[in-house]
């Protein structure tokens, strides 16, 4: 059964730092592009960063120098590093795996991905 379970998650003050992880199975998570998306509340879903099958990374503005997406495709893990937080980073954090055709390049568009996680909270007080 193909799972993405979102962790790392919490409550931090501004400026601080967050690890996510995004756990993968049921499918070879390396063959795909993987990416991760936000949305806070009343605000519409986000592209924040994703990573190819190849390992090409891509950042929305508002996060790039701050944040930082790996993955571990011994371990079927994607994680994303968040640096700096701001209060304006608060929203649940999902992550979900790209269509197959589409995973030779890291896209931040939602209709590019088939499945996802459940999400994960991130909240940053000021």
């Known amino acids: 059964q193909l799972q993405l379970v979102e962790s790392g998650g919490g409550l931090v003050q501004s400026g601080g730092s967050l690890r996510l992880s995004c756990a993968a199975s049921?499918?070879?998570?390396?063959?795909?592009?993987i990416g991760w998306f936000r949305q806070a509340p009343g605000k519409e879903r986000e592209g924040v960063s994703s990573?190819?099958?190849?390992?090409?990374?891509n950042y929305a503005n508002s996060v790039k120098g701050r944040f930082t997406i790996s993955r571990d495709n011994a371990k079927s893990t994607i994680s994303l590093q968040m640096n700096s937080l701001k209060p304006e980073d608060t929203a649940v954090y999902y992550c979900a795996r790209a269509r197959e055709s589409l995973s030779w390049y890291a896209s931040l568009t939602q209709n590019d991905y088939d499945y996802w996680g459940q999400g994960t909270q991130v909240t940053v007080s000021s």
């Open positions: 049921g499918f070879t998570s390396g063959d795909y592009a």
């Open positions: 990573i190819s099958r190849h390992g090409v990374v």
